[in-house]
Antibody, heavy 112, light 112 residues
């Protein structure tokens, strides 16, 4: 069964850093394109970043230069390193394999 | 970025009755490979989004046949032939032809 489990969210002060993890099972992360999508409280969906099987990465303008997507093939895990966090980064962060499935999400709250 | 719009933004439906959601994109989603990269997701209350329809009209595995997608170019429609209680949630269209992938604002469907 294909499964994605995110972790690493929490409460962080503005300007701080967090690393989200997305542990995958039932498939190989490096053989698929993997994305991060976020959803601010009560709001819609916003694509954040993607890493393709070949290693190319792309970012939304809103996070470019602050967030880094990566993967550890030995752990079959996707990551999102988030630096210089802002209040507007507060959201549930989902990882997704290709178009589906999505994980259950991890909440990041940026607040002092 | 491609802007996705949806109408209506909310819909209250009597069980057993049909429902229809419109999605429009600011640019054509028809790729030179002949495919149209328009997707529909449903986010049920408290859950992560789940893929319903890919490439305009193909139902994802396990999706009931009461869901159907249609359209071309920039205009698309999701139809539910007979709404059931389990269909409540927020429906999002998404374009995948150009980075960044962008989502519509969502259509909230509830039961009368």
């Amino acid at each position: 069964e294909v499964q994605l489990v995110e972790s690493g969210g929490g409460l962080i002060q503005p300007g701080g850093s967090l690393r989200l993890s997305c542990a995958a099972s039932g498939f190989t992360v490096s053989s698929n394109y993997m994305s991060w999508v976020r959803q601010a409280p009560g709001k819609g969906l916003e694509w954040v970043s993607v890493i393709y099987s070949g290693g190319s990465t792309y970012y939304a303008d809103s996070v470019k230069g602050r967030f880094t997507i990566s993967r550890d093939n030995s752990k079959n895990t996707l990551y999102l390193q988030m630096n210089s966090l802002r209040a507007e980064d507060t959201a549930v962060y989902y990882c997704a394999r290709d178009l589906t499935p999505w994980g259950q999400g991890t909440l990041v709250t940026v607040s002092s | 970025d491609i802007v996705m719009t949806q109408t209506p933004l909310s819909l209250s439906v009597t069980p057993g009755q049909p429902a229809s959601i419109s999605c429009k994109s600011s640019q054509s989603l028809l790729h030179s490979d002949g495919k149209t990269y328009l997707y529909w997701y449903l986010q049920k209350p408290g859950q992560s989004p789940q893929l319903l329809i890919y490439e305009v009209s193909s139902r994802f595995s396990g999706v009931p046949d009461r869901f159907s997608g249609s359209g071309s170019g920039t205009d698309f429609t999701l139809k539910i032939s007979r709404v059931e209680a389990e269909d409540v949630g927020v429906y999002y269209c998404m374009q995948g032809i150009h980075l960044p992938p962008t989502f519509g604002p969502g259509t909230k469907v509830d039961i009368k």
